[in-house]
């Protein structure tokens, strides 16, 4: 297809279909997320598009090795049906051939990597990564932004809120058309705000960027931290402006938004 489409599918999932690829970020379809399958935070809604109802896919992106956006099962699902090229921070290279990935790419930050019709640039991101009690921060944690001619994606990640951090995205990549952005896992404050936005966060991050549009992600799907269900996307209603929330998306699970139908004015 022409143009740019993103579907959500849950949590940090999102299907990007640009330039006639299709782009999965963090893709996770479990029912629960933690070290032991079937134990730990559960699903709370279906993947938007069932994993057997994807289309083929040629690129993934993976922003870091928590549970919530690096599931095994699904990395060896993709890596048989698919074979994409894998892209990933650096240090994760080994765990991905170890789960059959063959197309990798692990980058630093601001590192870029050309895949087809698109460059993919990594981005620094306010967090941390581990799998594992001895790996902490072993493996990069990150964002993402997609180009490809006049289209360009940011894909968040997780991150806490930093000032510079999003001047310094926003100085290299000047006309983005869409931002990825979390709005979800950050209660309580005193712990969480180091690693994760709040939704009022997420709209300064959506200020600092100027994308021409955001869509809401890392909420609704599982309850990680104390906030309810609910609260993300209530709360982020809250905090836009009526001018911004004509820009900022909250998604509705597996339907397409046609970036294409949604420019601006």
Request: glycine share 6%; net charge negative.
């Amino acid at each position: 297809m022409d143009g740019l489409r993103i579907t959500w599918i849950g949590h940090a999932t999102a299907l990007i279909q640009i330039a006639e690829l299709n782009v999965l970020t963090d893709p996770v379809f479990a029912d629960t997320v933690s070290p032991l399958p079937g134990i730990g935070p559960k699903r709370a809604h279906p993947p938007g598009i069932a994993y057997a109802d994807l289309p083929h896919i040629d690129v993934v992106l993976i922003s870091h090795a928590h549970y919530d956006h690096l599931e095994a099962a699904t990395i060896r699902a993709l890596a048989r049906d698919h074979a994409p090229c894998f892209v990933a921070g650096l240090g994760l290279q080994a765990w991905l051939q170890a789960h059959n990935a063959t197309r990798i790419a692990t980058l630093d930050w601001w590192q870029h990597e050309p895949i087809g019709a698109l460059t993919v640039t990594a981005t620094p991101a306010k967090h941390w990564s581990r799998r594992g009690v001895f790996d902490r921060n072993r493996v990069l944690w990150c964002g993402y932004v997609i180009e490809c001619g006049a289209q360009s994606v940011y894909f968040a990640g997780d991150t806490g809120y930093d000032d510079a951090l999003f001047e310094a995205i926003a100085t290299r990549f000047t006309n983005l058309s869409c931002a990825l952005l979390p709005i979800g896992a950050y209660a309580p404050r005193i712990f969480m705000a180091a690693q994760h936005m709040n939704p009022a966060e997420a709209v300064q991050a959506f200020e600092a960027l100027a994308p021409a549009w955001a869509i809401a992600i890392h909420f609704g799907t599982f309850r990680l931290t104390d906030e309810s269900r609910e609260a993300p996307a209530r709360d982020l209603a809250a905090a836009l402006s009526a001018t911004q929330a004509a820009r900022f998306i909250v998604p509705v699970f597996g339907v397409p938004i046609d970036m294409g139908r949604h420019a601006p004015d």
